[in-house]
């Protein structure tokens, strides 16, 4: 019901487009996030990098301050994640993730993996940096 696109390798410094078809409308109200899986990390690892709210608020993780974007197109039901300037350390399975209702940008950054349904996930898709 989420399917991400847009993964693949670039170079640091480069930039890449995530995005996120959302095919259920259970989700229309849904706050939205990407999180990502790093290799080696657990799925209990992943970590929330940026969040749409519910109240259409966005929030960025500070290891990606300044450089990713957030954004949703509601009419095409589109999530999006702007990467600019990556690094190597952006390297790592991205997933986007109907985090739940009624939920702000920031609250959803803080959210544990684990408290999210795994029908909630996309399958992911890999960025991988090289320097």
């Known amino acids: 019901r989420l399917v991400e696109s847009g993964g693949g390798s670039v170079q640091a410094g480069g930039s890449l487009r995530l995005s996120c078809v959302v095919r259920d409308d259970t989700y229309s109200n849904h706050c939205m996030a990407w999180f990502r899986q790093a290799p080696g990390k657990q799925h209990e690892e992943r970590e929330a990098?940026?969040?749409?709210?519910?109240?259409?608020?966005?929030s960025v993780a500070d290891s990606v301050k300044g450089r990713f974007t957030i954004s949703r197109d509601n009419a095409k039901n589109v999530l999006y994640l702007q990467m600019n300037n990556v690094k190597p350390e952006d390297t790592a399975m991205y997933y986007c993730?109907?985090?739940?209702?009624?939920?702000?940008?920031?609250?959803?950054?803080?959210?544990?993996?684990?408290?999210?349904?795994?029908?909630?996930w996309g399958q992911g898709t890999l960025v991988t940096v090289s320097s």
């Open positions: 990098v940026a969040a749409y709210g519910s109240d259409g608020t966005t």
């Open positions: 993730v109907a985090v739940g209702p009624r939920s702000s940008a920031i609250r959803a950054l803080n959210v544990m993996p684990g408290a999210i349904p795994f029908a909630n």
